[in-house]
C-alpha cells in the first residue's frame, strides 16, 4: 500500500513550471499579494546555537528526504515508520516525529541559513507555515517508489516532489506569482535519499534485489531515477539544491548487532559505496548540464569516518551502540515506546538503531555548512547560500 499525495495541478516530464498559469485568472486574487519567500527576521531556537537577530541568507529551505530528516509528516499515517512517541524527542520536550533525542541535520542548517524550524508537510496547510519552507520528509521513503513498502504507508520522493508542487500552487494562489517566480531560484533545496533503497530494500531479502542486480546496477538505477526526479525540481525553479549522500551504513548499530564480530560491515559499506561516488558525479554533471544550476554534494561517508576516527575529539565516547535500543549493540530492536535511554546521550554517535543522537546531527550540519572540499563538494553550504 503506498501512500500517494496527489493534485488536479501537478507536474510531468520536463518542461518548466508556468507560475501565470498555476490558477485560471481570478483563482490567485483570493488574498492580496505579499512578498511570501522574501529573507526577513527568522528567529532560531536557542537551543541549536543560532543568532536569532540575525537575517536569513536565503528566502526559504525546502527539504526531502526519510527518517534522517522527517519531523513529523509521518506521524499520522498509517505506518510502522514512526517517531512519535516518547523517548523520542526527550531533549525536545517531547516527541515530534523526529527520529531522534533532539534536532535532526536539517535543523541545524536551516537554523545557520537565519532561518526557522520547518513545518512538516502534514502540518503546513496555510501559507504563513510555509513563507520560509516546508519539511516534505517520509522516513522509510526511497528514490525507488517500492523501496520501505514493507512499513505500509510512506511517501516516496517522487510523491514528495509531488507535494512540493501543491506548496508552489499554494504560494501562487496566496501571494503573487512573480514574487514566487522570482525567489524560488533564490531558495535552497536539501534532498538526502537513498538510505532507504539499501537498507529497506537492496539488502532485505524480501525485495528480490540483489537476485536483479549487482551494486553497481543497482547504483545506476538509483542515478538514473534520481536524476529525472531531479530535474523535475529544476524546471520547478529550483537552481540552489543539496544533495545528500549516504554515511557508513554498515557501522550503524543494527549492522554492528548481525555481525559476529561487532565490527563495521564491510560488504554493507561497499554495497553503498558505488552510488555514493556516482552521486558526485551526477552532480558534476547536473551543474553542466543545466543552465544556472548550482548542485552541491555532502559527502556524509566521508563526515562519518572523520567523526568515528577522531570521535574522541568531538566529545563521543560511546560509538558501538545505540543510546535507546535492545539487544546486541542496543540494534537489534530500536528503540520502543517508553524505553528508558542512555543519561549521557550527547556522548553517543548513535542514538537508536539506525540514527544518529541530535549531538551528532548539529554536527554534521555544521560540517555540511561550513566545510571543505573533504565534506562539500564544489561548495559547502554557506558558498551555496551566498550565489
Known sequence: MFFLLTSSVLVEGDYAYDYDDAFAPGDSEASSPEPALAPAPAPAPSSVGGDQS???????LFAFGDSLI?????????SFAKANYFPYGIDLGGPTGRFSNGYTIIDQIADLL??????????SSNVNKMRYGVNYASAAAGILDITGFHFVER????????????TLVSLVKNM????????????????GMGSNDYL?????????????????????????????????????GARKVIIAGIGQMGCI????????????????????????????TMVMKLNKALPG???????????FMDIISNHKSYGFNVIDRGCCGIGRHRGEVTCLPMQTPCPNRDEYLFWDAYHPTSAVNLLLGSMAFYGGSNFTYPMNIEQLAGL
Do not use: T, W
Open 293 to 303: 544550476a548550482h548542485f552541491i554534494y555532502l559527502d556524509m561517508e566521508n563526515m
Open 54 to 60: 540575525m537575517r536569513a541568507l536565503v528566502p526559504a
Open 200 to 236: 529497506n530494500n537492496y539488502i532485505m531479502p524480501a525485495y528480490f534485489s540483489q537476485d536483479q542486480y549487482s551494486p553497481q546496477k543497482f547504483a545506476e538505477l538509483l542515478i538514473h531515477q534520481y536524476i529525472v526526479q531531479l530535474k523535475k525540481f529544476y524546471n520547478l
Open 114 to 123: 537565519g532561518l526557522p524550524l520547518l513545518p512538516p508537510h502534514s502540518e
Open 70 to 78: 522527517d519531523n513529523g509528516n509521518n506521524n499520522k499515517l498509517f
Open 176 to 191: 503573487s506569482a512573480s514574487v514566487v517566480k522570482e525567489d524560488i531560484p533564490k531558495c535552497i533545496f536539501f534532498v
Open 155 to 166: 511517501i516516496p520522493f517522487s510523491y514528495q516532489i509531488k507535494n512540493f508542487e501543491n
Open 253 to 280: 548499530p543494527s549492522m554492528l548487532a548481525e555481525s559476529s564480530s561487532g565490527q563495521c560491515s564491510d560488504l554493507v559499506n561497499e554495497m553503498v559505496h558505488p552510488f555514493n561516488a556516482k552521486l558526485k
